[in-house]
């Protein structure tokens, strides 16, 4: 079955260290994103990337990096600049048409001490 | 600029009640879309309905059903004889014509609804 895979499902850091999160997609998706999740906040946008080798920073990019260089693949680097870390993120594609629903993976929790 | 309100943070009913999860939304667009998405405990948002500005016609599928009132800017989400399956945290989304939002969903903040047996 098609769908979006985000791992690890959990990650620790020790504060200061980078981290990259992992996304994968089989669905054939050409756009991607990321998004934050706090309590009580909802979803965040972080990055997007509506074609290979192309992205956008989203309403929260700071202290964030990505990276597209295959369709599949939109990995998120949670860089030591980020000064709150700890966090849910998710990643989505869509599909061709703007307004298609996204398709989200489970999530990976991030905490960092 | 777009906005989605779910004033509701929190719901607990027991289960077989009727629940109405509220939604109101912010738009200068004429066409402009409302999604509803459910994130059970594992994590992953799970698309439910996506409604056009111009299409009122309410919809019903299964035990759920959704009421657009362009007139109020709202886009309740009503759960008939709840389940405690669908106990879970509930997103109502707005999506703004391409150009100017580019693809880019706003997402109110959710709505928790516990349902107890």
């Known amino acids: 079955d098609g769908g979006i895979t985000q791992s690890p499902k959990y990650l620790f850091r020790k504060e200061g260290q980078n981290v990259t999160l992992s996304c994968e997609q089989n669905l054939n998706h050409d756009a991607m994103y990321w998004y934050r999740q706090d309590p009580g906040q909802g979803l965040r946008l972080i990055y997007y990337s509506q074609i290979v080798n192309d992205f956008q920073k989203g309403d929260i990019a700071e202290g964030y990096s990505v990276s597209r260089e295959k369709k599949e693949s939109f990995p998120l680097t949670v860089t030591s600049a980020q000064k709150n870390p700890t966090a849910f993120y998710l990643c989505a594609s869509r599909g061709q048409l703007f307004n298609s629903p996204l398709h989200f993976g489970n999530g990976t929790r991030l905490t960092v001490t | 600029a777009q906005k989605v309100t779910q004033a509701q943070t929190e719901i607990s009913v027991v289960e077989k009640e009727d629940v109405t999860l509220d939604c109101v939304y912010e738009?200068?667009?004429?066409?402009?879309?409302l999604f509803w998405y459910k994130q059970p405990p594992s994590g992953e948002l799970v698309f439910l309905i996506r409604?056009?500005?111009?299409?009122?016609q309410n919809e019903i599928s299964g035990r759920y059903s959704w009421n657009f009132q362009k007139s109020t800017s709202s886009f309740n989400f009503t759960i008939t004889a709840s389940q405690v399956v669908d106990s879970a945290v509930y997103f109502c989304a707005l999506l703004g014509d391409y150009g100017g939002s580019q693809g880019n969903l706003i997402f109110g903040k959710g709505t928790k609804l516990s349902v107890k047996p």
């Open positions: 738009t200068r667009d004429t066409t402009y879309y």
């Open positions: 409604r056009n500005s111009f299409d009122e």
